[in-house]
């Protein structure tokens, strides 16, 4: 299996996403690690990643894909992976697309963790307050929300049109979320079993 997880700031996403990890035994793909981690090597790769992330600048989609494909041709990642923050651009989502197809593979499925914004703003700002960060105000909350939707709508448009979004209704509780995860993920993997 091969699943993509997306959802906006505070719907509970590294929660599900940690569990969901646990429970199928896959590596967990987090650009924002893939990248520190590649920064650290000495390798050309290593350098070209270090010179955006120590100047602040985020690396570009060339870039991200390659450093997905690095990871995808570890061992670990033979039975399957959890794309968490990747793709993030349409660009990104057609160039990982390409490159599983080169070696006759595919995403599975897209896990949209689907929440209320008036919800996810309240979240948020309750988040804020227990983790005393004064950065996450009801403004920079609304700008990371219409950044969201600015580049994950085209991606959940692009992905549903090959049949592969399971939306997930994030405003239950953690317990009932996950369970509606489980339940969409061994459908998808029976339908897949009885497809091959």
């Not at 060339?62 to 993030?88: A, H, K, N, T």
Request: proline share 4%; hydrophobic share 40%; net charge negative.
């Amino acid at each position: 299996m091969r699943i993509i997880f997306i959802g906006p700031p505070g719907a509970g996403k590294g929660t599900q996403c940690k569990q969901l990890v646990d429970h199928l035994s896959v590596p967990h793909l987090s650009t924002g690690d893939m990248l520190r981690e590649i920064r650290g090597e000495s390798s050309s790769l290593g350098k070209l990643v270090a010179s955006y992330i120590d100047t602040g600048r985020l690396a570009p989609d060339f870039l991200v894909v390659r450093i997905v494909e690095e990871f995808l041709r570890r061992e670990q990642c033979d039975s399957g992976c959890m794309f968490d923050g990747f793709p993030r651009t349409l660009l990104q989502a057609q160039l990982l697309g390409e490159q599983l197809a080169s070696k006759n593979d595919r995403i599975s499925m897209v896990l949209n963790l689907d929440v209320d914004e008036d919800a996810l703003v309240q979240r948020l700002l309750k988040r804020a307050e227990i983790e005393n960060r004064a950065d996450d105000n009801a403004e920079t909350i609304q700008q990371r929300l219409r950044v969201y939707h600015r580049q994950t709508s085209p991606l959940l448009d692009f992905y549903a049109q090959r049949g592969l979004v399971e939306r997930i209704d994030g405003c239950q509780s953690p317990e009932a979320v996950f369970q509606q995860i489980l339940d969409r993920v061994r459908a998808r993997m029976e339908l897949m079993r009885s497809a091959n």
